[in-house]
């Protein structure tokens, strides 16, 4: 019997600004078109203009009046994200939701952003963490807002290791778990800090199981490695229920994260089936790496001095 996922019901986000990276495919286009489709304007923060319009043109055949722009974004340039924070600083609009989606996954060689930071820890956390910092003014000017981070199954088995965070001694997999661990610590140590100095940010985080997107090819094959292995395990078992799910059910943690009044701030959202692989929105088990508040201090510091950003410092640690 096929698997029954339930239904998250999204809230009318008429008049509302929700900022998402990554958003022309995967996770994010999911999640872009259901916001629009709420009501809720939608900034897709690509890297890829063209196929920014092209989600656009997308989404709008089933939502013609959703409200959508673009922006160029590439979390690999500390340089773009300034520019693009600065862009929506200039505009100056509140910003209700950041859904920090978008990443790599398991590149099977070391590499480096353009500002020299190991490929993976570099864009899905530190680059999410430097544009959390450059937008902190307009999510605090919207009142209560929240910031949505996308961690993943593999942080359980991630590990800290201060003394090489930039993966010199390369995994793929070491490299992506360090990364993730880092978004889920990251997303708790944003909440504590907003509870305690009243920023008014709900800050969560969120995985989506064993999703089906692009990124299971895209990451692999990074720099030309290739993929057949990959794609060969996928059509081996994408037909098992319990295994794998498409987009539409993989993106309802983080929907849920973003929209229901009754997600925590400091929670971690995942599938409530066999392993976390599939199903509806629940709370997801927190790896007890996760739960060191000193090592998420520790790391927030290291965060702020590679990506040479502050956030307001009139915080007890």
């Known amino acids: 019997m096929a698997h029954v996922y339930p239904i998250v019901t999204v809230p009318d986000l008429t008049g509302t600004l929700t900022v998402i990276t990554g958003a022309n495919s995967g996770l994010g286009f999911g999640l872009t078109s259901r916001v629009a489709a709420a009501g809720g304007e939608v900034i897709l923060a690509v890297r890829n203009l063209e196929k920014g319009e092209a989600a656009i043109a997308r989404i709008r055949e089933q939502t013609p ?48 952003t353009e500002d020299g930071l190991e490929l993976q820890f570099g864009t899905n956390h530190l680059g999410h963490f430097a544009l959390t910092a450059h937008l902190m003014p307009l999510l605090r000017s919207a ?49 504590r800090r907003s509870v305690a ?23 692999p094959t990074h720099g030309g490695a290739s993929a057949r292995l990959m794609r060969g395990f996928i059509g081996a078992t994408r037909g098992v229920g319990w295994m794998w799910q498409h987009i539409p059910e993989g993106i309802l943690p983080a929907l849920y994260a973003a929209t229901d009044p009754h997600a925590a701030g400091g ?51």
């Open 143 to 191: 009142g209560t807002s929240r910031v949505v981070s996308l961690s993943s199954l593999i942080a359980r088995s991630g590990r800290l290791d201060f003394n090489d965070l930039q993966g010199i001694r390369y995994s793929p997999t070491r490299a992506y778990g360090l990364s993730k661990l880092a978004t889920l610590m990251f997303a708790r140590e944003l909440n």
């Open 65 to 112: 009046t959703a409200s959508l722009s673009l922006r160029r974004l590439d979390l690999a340039s500390l340089a773009s994200v300034a520019e693009f924070g600065a862009q929506l600083s200039s505009e100056g609009r509140p910003i209700n939701v950041l859904i920090n989606n978008a990443g790599i996954m398991m590149a099977p060689q070391r590499n480096t």
């Open 267 to 317: 929670g971690f959202y995942g599938p409530d089936g066999f392993g976390e692989l599939t199903g509806g929105p629940a709370p997801a088990r927190i790896p007890a790496r996760a739960l060191n508040d000193a090592d998420a201090e520790r790391l927030w510091r290291a965060s702020e001095h590679l990506t040479r950003m502050e956030f307001p410092h009139n915080v007890p640690v």
């Open 197 to 219: 100095a009243g920023w008014g940010i709900r800050s969560i985080a969120a995985h989506p199981g064993a999703t089906l997107t692009n990124l299971q090819v895209t990451g």
